[in-house]
């Protein structure tokens, strides 16, 4: 008996010890995940506006070039501006959010270059008598525009994968922690108590002289289990698995595993994790038990935290 008392203990202090870990390393990765999807989302804000502008203003270069070149006119500092600009767009894939900064007044300069060219385009037009849009410049222009639009769309399907998946990693360790929380009943119980109040535990219960049920156990201690009120739904099934349940005197349904499952009786205790002992009564008088074997489930915060079993003679 000795020694199985001591590999209980034994058992317990492993069980806390290894919640212990996991609520620190649920907390430490919750964290870290939150503060690396709020980093991600931001930086590729960051790069996708960014972006978005440079190849806005390479579009508008190959339109300017192309539209020069049209009406005689010289387009070797536009190419080496693209040139440069080409240099830009691969230098942003690998900048830090302080180098994203000084993308700005790049744009600057290079918008300020294309208004220059919208006046030589209007001088040019004058020389060569042209008044119309260069329909070939347009076409190009909206394939570009048309391929950077699915390139932006690709971005953001790639970054909203990316939150999908820290999402998912969260909730599946937040439900494993759940888990490992739950209240731990044991030492399971099953007293008959008779009209006078007298009660009696056997291996056998007297079915005749049941006026009531009390249900008795101890929850084991769990560091990461809060101090609070918790609720114990008791379920209590026959021999053929039918479940107790009288509404008039507290019985009902709660929901368990995504269904609506009945319960016979319930209590709401305060959790002070240190092995307290709770006990549960059922009231159900003027009912005589049938004979047979009785199972004993009890069930709190979605978890079937202890199971126990009684017979009726």
Do not use: C
Not at 66 to 72: F, N, R
Not at 99 to 110: F, R
């Amino acid at each position: 008996m000795e020694s199985n008392n001591n590999s209980s203990k034994i058992a317990i202090i492993i069980l806390a010890v290894l919640t212990a870990v996991l609520g620190v390393l649920y907390f430490r990765s919750n964290q870290l995940s939150n503060e690396q999807a709020t980093t991600i989302e931001e930086k590729a804000t960051e790069l996708a506006n960014t972006r978005t502008q440079l190849d806005s203003i390479s579009t508008q270069l190959d339109s300017k070039i192309a539209e020069i070149k049209a009406l005689g006119g010289q387009v070797a500092d536009l190419e080496a501006l693209k040139v440069q600009l080409e240099q830009d767009k691969a230098s942003l894939k690998s900048s830090n959010h302080a180098a994203i900064a000084s993308y700005e007044s790049k744009i600057k300069e290079y918008n300020l270059v294309l208004t220059q060219k919208d006046g030589e385009i209007v001088e040019l037009k004058k020389q060569n008598g042209i008044l119309t849009e260069n329909n070939q410049v347009l076409t190009t222009q909206n394939t570009t525009l048309n391929t950077e639009n699915s390139g932006l769309k690709n971005q953001n399907k790639s970054l909203a994968d990316t939150l999908s998946d820290v999402a998912a990693k969260n909730k599946e360790l937040a439900r494993k922690v759940s888990i490992a929380a739950a209240l731990k009943a044991q030492n399971i119980r099953v007293l008959a108590v008779n009209a006078k109040g007298k009660e009696t535990e056997r291996a056998r219960l007297n079915g005749k002289k049941i006026d009531k049920l009390k249900v008795m156990f101890s929850l084991a201690t769990n560091p990461i289990t809060k101090l609070e009120n918790k609720t114990i739904f008791v379920r209590i099934l026959d021999g053929d698995g039918a479940t107790l349940s009288d509404e008039s005197i507290g019985s009902g349904k709660i929901s368990l595993n995504g269904k609506d499952t009945p319960f016979t009786t319930k209590q709401v205790i305060t959790y002070t994790n240190d092995n307290q002992e709770v006990s549960v009564t059922y009231p159900r008088g003027g009912v005589t038990y049938k004979p047979g074997k009785y199972q004993v489930e009890l069930i709190s915060e979605g978890f079937v935290v202890g199971k126990g079993a009684f017979e009726v003679k």
